[in-house]
């Protein structure tokens, strides 16, 4: 069965600063891989996928992210981080369903973003 | 366009009673899903179908019905309310061939057994 670690449960970074979260997973096969941001009060947003091709992912807001095969890792970057990004950031991998096109999703257990003036 | 709506937002249950969550989408998507999300655990797949008719279980399903009739709704149906199953619940939808797409998901529902 698949899963995702998401090792910082809360980081804190000043306006302005770099931003790097980190996701790694388990998936026996060639994973799809997600990030989703949700903030206070709200569904879950798509931020950013990999399925294949390129193994640096660009989304939106800004936000990119690196596929590593070899350390299993589907890290979350962005150069300068703006207050509204403080939110919750969910790393997911995909497991395909049988005979179906669709993937069943497995979540991170989050990590929250506080940003600082 | 609405997306996929979640109704109610908020709920407060007895223990032992029984409610059904809805959740419809207008996008005329195959799979639908239903998460609930706890603090410290992420999102876990209770149910999810992949078309009208046919349904099966995620990670945590019990205590929990699901039935899809049509292509645009995807009740979840608490049958005997526990403590243990408060919890915000969300509701998604993708199309078919979601590679190449992405899950949208409801604004989600509080739901408290006491």
């Known amino acids: 069965a698949q899963s995702v670690t998401q090792p910082d449960i809360h980081i804190t970074v000043s306006e302005g600063a770099s931003l790097e979260l980190r996701c790694n997973y388990s998936y026996g096969a060639t994973p799809y891989l997600f990030w989703y941001v949700q903030s206070p009060g709200q569904g879950l947003q798509l931020l950013l996928k990999y399925f294949s091709g390129d193994t640096l992912v660009q989304g939106i807001k800004g936000f990119e992210a690196e596929f590593k095969r070899s350390q299993s890792s589907f890290n979350l970057r962005k150069p300068s981080v703006h207050w509204s990004d403080a939110a919750e950031y969910f790393c997911a991998v995909g497991a395909r369903v049988a005979n179906f096109g669709n993937e069943k999703l497995t979540f991170g257990t989050g990590t929250r973003l506080t940003i600082i003036p | 366009n609405a997306g996929v709506t979640q109704t109610p937002k908020f709920q407060v249950l007895k223990t032992g009673q029984s409610m059904t969550l809805q959740c419809a989408q207008d996008m005329n998507h195959e799979y639908m899903s239903w998460y609930r999300q706890d603090p410290g655990m992420g999102l876990r797949l209770i149910h999810y179908s992949v078309g009208a008719g046919i349904t099966d279980q995620g990670e945590v399903p019990n205590g929990y019905n699901v039935s899809r009739s049509t292509t645009e709704d995807f009740p979840l149906r608490l049958l005997s309310a526990a403590p243990s199953q408060t919890s915000v619940y969300f509701c998604?939808?993708?199309?078919?061939?979601?590679?190449?797409?992405?899950?949208?998901f409801g604004q989600g529902t509080r739901l408290t057994v006491v």
């Open positions: 998604a939808s993708n199309g078919q061939g979601s590679w190449n797409t992405e899950a949208f």
